[in-house]
T-cell receptor
Framework: ETGVTQTPRHLVMGMTNKKSLKCEQH?????MYWYKQSAKKPLELMFV???????ENNSVPSRFSPECPNSSHLFLHLHTLQPEDSALYLC?????????????FGEGSRLTVL | AQSVAQPEDQVNVAEGNPLTVKCTYS??????LFWYVQYPNRGLQFLLK??????LVKGSYGFEAEFNKSQTSFHLKKPSALVSDSALYFC???????????FGKGNQVVVIP
């Protein structure tokens, strides 16, 4: 059983919809991450939170809005997305406040934008 | 800018044969190096890392990786592949003192029975 849980596992939405992806980690970690995975492309780092503060915002369009209410939960709010935003969105966590490279990933939320 | 190259899209190998997945990187300084594996419909799992010291590092599931500083490479190896090793393998680089773990595009490994 993974220590990082993502919901929903699959999401289909229209371009005018508003939806949210949720991530919860049960590992007591201090940092959480959102990555975007598209086929045959490197994983793209989107956001990093350390102790609930955003420490990285990797030039992500404003239609993606992260929220980290506490160190165990991370959300990605989605609004007026484009078809090219269809991808697997991965949440990860790590123990320390600095990234040591050993991340614990959830199973991902597969997003399809129609 | 840091970059990670995994030149092959897919690696096919017969069961029982040696497996090699290639990775080269372009990062200043002496970065930390990692391999992750992704099984179908799963998230990424950490396999192994190189920090310093011995150029050959051993990881989970019988995998090892060899660091070559002059070639800026960190190839993943397994002496005898199993069908269950079929998965997507990602190389990653973390510059020292930096929060950005950069991944390659991944290599699909197919082990043929």
């Amino acid at each position: 059983e993974t220590g990082v849980t993502q919901t929903p596992r699959h999401l289909v939405m229209g371009m005018t919809n508003k939806k949210s992806l949720k991530c919860e980690q049960h590992l007591g970690h201090n940092a959480m991450y959102w990555y975007k995975q598209s086929a045959k492309k490197p994983l793209e780092l989107m956001f990093v939170y350390s102790l609930e503060e955003r420490v990285e915002n990797n030039s992500v369009p404003s239609r993606f809005s992260p929220e980290c209410p506490n160190s165990s939960h991370l959300f990605l709010h989605l609004h007026t997305l484009q078809p090219e935003d269809s991808a697997l969105y991965l949440c990860a966590s790590s123990p320390g406040t600095m990234n040591t490279g050993e991340l614990f990933f959830g199973e991902g939320s597969r997003l399809t934008v129609l | 800018a840091q970059s990670v190259a995994q030149p092959e899209d897919q690696v096919n190998v017969a069961e029982g044969n040696p497996l090699t997945v290639k990775c080269t990187y372009s990062v200043s300084g002496n970065p930390y190096l990692f391999w992750y594996v992704q099984y179908p419909n799963r998230g990424l799992q950490f396999l192994l890392k190189y920090i310093t010291g011995d150029n050959l590092v051993k990881g989970s599931y019988g995998f090892e990786a060899e660091f070559n500083k002059s070639q800026t490479s960190f190839h993943l190896k397994k002496p005898s592949a199993l069908v269950s090793d079929s998965a997507l393998y990602f190389c990653a680089v973390l510059p020292r003192g930096n929060n950005r773990l950069a991944f390659g595009k991944g290599n699909q490994v197919v082990v043929i029975p």
